[in-house]
């Protein structure tokens, strides 16, 4: 038996790349956040480059089998994304609850939401240059980036979803081209706002993967560690899900100590089953992520498991986030020959 391994998304940006310290101290932006950046720009791509150069080489390192870019160019998950669409005002930004609660500046909304211009398909170019193990790229998606935006112009969610849905839909399309083996959409707020999920966000998803082929995953969690401390230990959106048209979905599971039997309700997935937990620097012992492993081989066959990380890396540091990533292939072995 073998247990492919991999990492949701984001990995530590290198201090000299980016204010950390900064960084750290505030919510995940939704707007831009230049003020970042350690680089100036004429510098920054080139930067980020060398930044990428070193994340890969730690996946690859640590026996990591798909790799993503680590969204060295990003100053959040979602904002890059978002804030490169027609339609919005960034000038005067908008505001939103995020998932805490608490008002963060967001995306205005206030005409046609379109993409104009391939976003990532540069980054999906250059990470294919550093590696010939399986490659993935993440994008922001539409039910999430609905809600973290202040819409001034559709009036409508669902509809808003739905033309975000459509801009995602066509990256997904020029990514897939470029060369990403595997394409993922980020929509953490399936959790945070299961009522609002129910009413619209599966014909959102659906349309944002329309015609995309091979592995396509939906990450799903309950929010970054730093942010969101105290953790639901089930997901209020899960089996709905099962019927979406993503093939895999990314699940937290370490840190909210997740009941693995909660897997029985998406059979049609497989599953990328989440064995470290981000809330905390101490470094995962193999045997530890075997045990978790080997929880979810009860209820999913290896065949439809993948294990990774809780979530995005972005905010341990570099060391710690590489030694969790060595402790989650050793441990993926263990299972693997238990």
Not at 187 to 197: H, K, S, V
Not at 246 to 272: F, M, N, R, W, Y
Request: aromatic share 6%; hydrophobic share 40%.
């Amino acid at each position: 038996m073998t247990l492919l391994t991999t990492v949701v998304g984001s990995y530590p940006q290198p201090p000299w790349l980016i204010d950390r310290d900064r960084l750290g101290e505030r919510l995940p932006p939704r707007v831009r956040a230049r003020e970042l950046w350690r680089i100036p720009e004429r510098y920054l791509e080139e930067a980020q480059d060398d930044a990428t150069r070193l994340a890969v080489a730690d996946m690859e390192r640590a026996g990591v089998d798909v790799v993503t870019d680590g969204e060295m160019r990003r100053e959040s998950y979602s904002n890059r994304f978002a804030t490169a669409l027609d339609g919005v005002d960034l000038d005067e930004p908008g505001v939103a609850l995020d998932r805490t609660g608490h008002p963060n500046p967001v995306p205005r909304v206030v005409g046609e939401i379109r993409r104009t211009r391939p976003v990532e398909v540069r980054d999906v170019q250059f990470l294919r240059s550093l590696t010939s193990r399986t490659t993935k790229i993440t994008v922001p998606g539409p039910f999430t980036m609905t809600q973290q935006a202040q819409d001034d112009f559709y009036g409508d969610e669902r509809e808003l979803a739905l033309a975000y849905a459509a801009a995602v839909n066509e990256e997904l399309h020029d990514l897939k081209a470029a060369g990403a083996d595997v394409v993922q959409i980020d929509e953490p707020y399936l959790q945070a706002r299961p009522e609002a999920a129910r009413a619209y966000a599966i014909e959102a998803i659906d349309r944002a993967l329309d015609g995309i082929e091979g592995d396509t995953v939906l990450h799903t969690c309950f929010g970054y560690a730093h942010v969101v401390h105290d953790k639901p230990h089930g997901y209020p959106f899960l089996r709905e899900l099962d019927t979406c048209r993503a093939t895999h979905l990314s699940l937290e599971a370490a840190q909210p100590g997740l009941d693995a039997a909660i897997l029985a309700e998406v059979p049609g997935k497989t599953v990328l089953f989440g064995v470290l937990d981000l809330g905390t620097d101490d470094v995962e012992t193999p045997e530890v992520v075997a045990a978790r492993v080997g929880r979810a081989l009860a209820v999913v066959g290896s065949e439809r498991l993948v294990i990774a990380p809780d979530c995005g890396m972005k905010y341990l540091s570099r060391e710690r986030a590489l030694r969790k990533l060595e402790a989650m292939v050793a441990g993926a072995e263990l299972a693997a020959r238990a």
